[in-house]
């Protein structure tokens, strides 16, 4: 008759980690010393890294998902800003700082400081100096105050600004130191060319 030896049960889990000291734990095939196998360290670091991999990765599909919202544009401003003189800066022709706030001129589009325009006689000159120069005149001595509405193309705050009871933005236009930038002002534009003012002098085209 065949003794059949009996079967040892493991309870709870498959290898209980208590009851296996190093040298068990080798001869099992999960220690360090069993070639080709990894160790029971390996085992459970490598677990741990696949945790926190899977973690990152869920993380990270959580926070794109979300990226337009926490990364996106900033809201368009809105109401009114205002300086007494001496907070008020002309930064180029087409544009005020009031305090911390750039402002740019809402419909208005002024040469860039450098800029050379012909004078209509043969010869050139700095027309973003003297768009710059020409607003500076605008708001000397003033207080200023601009009603807001919304960003330009590039983004900074823009608005529509007065000193003194005199809308800046078409004054500029009418003046000649500026070009209209839309049809709001269009018709300022045109006067300024017809009576040859500022860029539009001797019938010359500032040519931006």
């Known amino acids: 008759m065949a003794l059949h030896r009996p079967r040892r049960i493991f309870r709870g889990s498959a290898l209980d980690l208590a009851g296996f000291g190093p040298g068990r734990l080798r001869s099992a095939g999960y220690g360090p010393a069993s070639p080709g196998l990894p160790g029971l360290g390996g085992l459970l670091r490598g677990g741990v890294l696949a945790a926190l991999a899977a973690g990152g990765i869920g993380a990270g599909v959580l926070l794109f998902g979300q990226s337009s919202e926490l990364f996106g544009r900033a809201p368009a401003p809105a109401g009114a800003v205002a300086a007494a003189p001496m907070d008020v800066a002309v930064v180029d022709g087409g544009t005020l700082r009031l305090h911390d706030t750039v402002v740019r001129l809402h419909g208005v589009a002024a040469p860039a400081r450098g800029h050379t325009c012909p004078d209509g006689l043969g010869a050139g000159y700095d027309c973003g100096a003297a768009a710059s120069a020409a607003l ?24 529509v600004c007065e000193a003194a009871g005199t809308e800046i933005n078409r004054a500029l236009v009418a003046t000649g130191w500026a070009r209209a930038d839309g049809p709001a002002l269009g018709a300022a534009e045109a006067a300024a060319r017809t009576s040859r003012l500022g860029l539009w002098r001797n019938g010359a085209n500032p040519g931006f």
């Open 136 to 159: 500076a005149n605008l708001v000397r001595d003033r207080r200023v105050a601009c009603q807001l509405n919304g960003r330009d193309p590039s983004g900074l705050v823009q608005g």
